[in-house]
């Protein structure tokens, strides 16, 4: 595990804390970490207290949207079949369910088609189109993928299929030959918020039948938890429209989830609140070993079944996938750091890349993610595919992975993605110069400090300081996520009172207090941190970083720390 840098937030004057605090009554420590978030006013603090669907934008605000909207109605309106689109990713799935669901609620004809991730690839397929063609299809809905899928959308054209492309991914210099295309990154779109899932792109366009009479705002409503799962499993920003979109969604999750979605949080029962970390780490992963182990049909299957107890008997069968799924992400992770260990040249480098031909393509992303928690470096993880080598690309905090990747396009038969996370496909006999270029940009383009792990802290605490006043304000900060990360505070001089232990030979399990502020114990959980702080349990003091979370155990409910890095006293 990497060492990581402790970087105190800036924050406002104490006159103007005091200010806001007085407008406001929120404790101080909190004042700091609405300041650090743009909010310094009371006019502010209201708004991003109360999240809702005041803070969502008309849809015809996108380029394109009132010609897709038209499009669409005109396909309802003839009974003329619509193929529904997307990814194999979580994004994907819940874009094609949330679409699919909502026409299904109008009795449109419809297909829904996840490509196959070995056979096909990443995005619109020439195999898709055709078979939309086969079955009948005039419309296809495009949702999560197509911003750069040039060859298949001209090859649709061909077959007379018109397109519509919900996507929200960067484009390239020229836009594909679609009939439609929405994408808030357009640069000539003019929609006020860019930052949508493509679940969200979707939803949009779903907003603007239901404000046309085509359908309802409630049966659109009733399809925002299976969004707010894409938002969180997209690592999207939980700014602006996003957070409001989120907020709706969670609300739905806690009182009337859709069946899939109630049938796969049954995996944790004692769970009574749901949180945007519990989408991400809970249900996320699931999701995604559909499409990475078998089909993302499957995951699609689950998300639009409406019998609770048929979505169940599904939903075992997503776990036993996400199972298998959880087998090859530690055992190709232990692979690859043992060739990484191998390498002589590696420590002197800034950047990972390795490969293997027998390598399960689809868990490479989630062992890229893995590599970079024990070498803080941009990392690509290759294996072999269809006579390429397919990979997955992740980065480090602040540094543009899709940029780097640009510089090394020429050696690539096709990348996309994102700034922290990219894919791409490499011959095998360009491997080799791909490595040194992707080397050389990093090192010349990287800053020092994206080369070392950075801890935002909001500011410094103590455990008296967590009052259920303090608790209530905190939680409705929520939902965190991206540009609106859960607050981490700094805790000096913490000792374990002795009921310490460790759990599963790898966490500690605390019970903390600060003996030079008095005697107030609080829980506290530091993941992965047993082999290097055993001695805490023998009363070494210790200074950490940690958020403050909530526990429910047998209905009883207590606040925790958990821990995120710690540093000797």
């Not at 609405?34 to 909010?39: A, E, P, S, Y």
């Not at 819940?94 to 699919?100: K, L, M």
């Not at 003019?190 to 085509?214: D, H, M, R």
């Not at 009733?222 to 907020?247: C, F, K, M, P, Y």
């Amino acid at each position: 595990m990497t060492e990581k840098k402790w970087h105190f937030l800036p924050t406002l004057s104490e006159e103007k804390l005091e200010q806001l605090h007085q407008k406001t009554t929120i404790p101080i420590p909190l004042c700091h970490a609405l300041f650090q978030r743009g909010i310094s006013t009371f006019e502010e603090a209201k708004s991003f207290f109360t999240p809702g669907w005041d803070g969502i934008h008309s849809p015809l605000l996108m380029q394109d949207m009132e010609k897709a909207r038209d499009r669409v109605i005109s396909a309802l309106e003839e009974g003329e079949k619509i193929m529904v689109y997307g990814d194999y990713d979580v994004d994907g799935t819940t874009s094609v369910s949330v679409v699919a669901n909502y026409l299904n609620a109008l009795d449109a004809s419809l297909i829904t088609y996840i490509p196959d991730r070995y056979k096909e690839g990443y995005g619109i397929s020439i195999l898709g189109m055709d078979t939309a063609k086969e079955e009948g299809c005039g419309l296809v809905i495009a949702l999560d993928c197509g911003i750069k899928a040039h060859g298949a959308l001209s090859h649709a054209k061909k077959l007379g299929l018109d397109v519509i492309v919900c996507d929200h991914h960067l484009p390239g210099k020229e836009l594909p030959e679609a009939f439609a295309i929405l994408d808030p990154k357009r640069s000539d779109c003019a929609y006020p918020y860019k930052e949508l899932s493509g679940c969200g792109v979707g939803f949009k366009l779903l907003q603007a039948l239901a404000e046309e009479g085509i359908g309802s705002l409630d049966l659109l409503l009733s399809q925002t938890d299976l969004l707010a799962t894409s938002i969180a499993a997209d690592i999207v920003a939980l700014t602006g429209e996003n957070r409001d979109l989120a907020a709706i969604g969670l609300e739905k999750i806690n009182t009337n989830p859709n069946p899939g979605l109630k049938a796969l949080m049954s995996a944790s029962p004692n769970k009574t609140q749901w949180r945007i970390a519990d989408l991400v780490f809970g249900i996320a992963p699931r999701i995604n070993a559909c499409g990475r182990i078998k089909s993302g049909n499957f995951a699609v299957e689950v998300l639009t079944e409406t019998n609770f107890t048929t979505a169940s008997e599904k939903a075992i069968g997503v776990n036993h996938l996400n199972g298998e799924r959880k087998f090859m992400d530690k055992e190709i992770t232990e692979s690859a750091l043992e060739m990484i260990a191998q390498d002589p040249e590696h420590a002197k480098q800034k950047t990972t890349m390795v490969w293997s031909e027998e390598w399960h393509k689809g868990v490479i992303g989630i062992v890229a993610s893995r590599l970079i928690e024990q070498h803080y470096r941009p990392t690509i993880v290759l294996t072999k595919s269809k006579g390429l080598y397919t990979g997955s690309a992740r980065s480090v905090m602040g540094y543009d992975v899709h940029e780097a990747l640009e510089a090394c396009a020429d050696l690539m038969e096709q990348f996309g993605g994102h700034k922290y996370a990219a894919g791409m496909s490499v011959k095998e006999e360009n491997i080799a110069a791909f490595k040194q270029r992707f080397e050389e940009v990093v090192s010349s383009t990287i800053l020092p400090e994206q080369e070392i792990e950075s801890v935002d802290i909001c500011g410094e605490l103590e455990l008296e300081d967590i009052t259920q006043k303090f608790w209530n304000v905190l939680d409705r900060m929520e939902p965190f996520g991206p540009q609106n990360m859960q607050p981490l505070f700094c805790f000096r001089g913490l000792k374990d009172n002795g009921r310490g232990r460790i759990l599963n030979d790898e966490h500690l399990k605390l019970e903390v207090f600060q003996p030079e502020k008095g005697n107030q114990a609080m829980h506290a959980i530091a993941f992965k941190m047993a082999p290097q702080f055993r001695e805490i349990l023998d009363g070494k003091p210790f200074d950490c970083v940690a958020s403050i979370d909530s526990n429910v155990w047998r209905n009883n409910f207590s606040l925790q720390l958990q821990i995120r890095d710690i540093r000797w006293a």
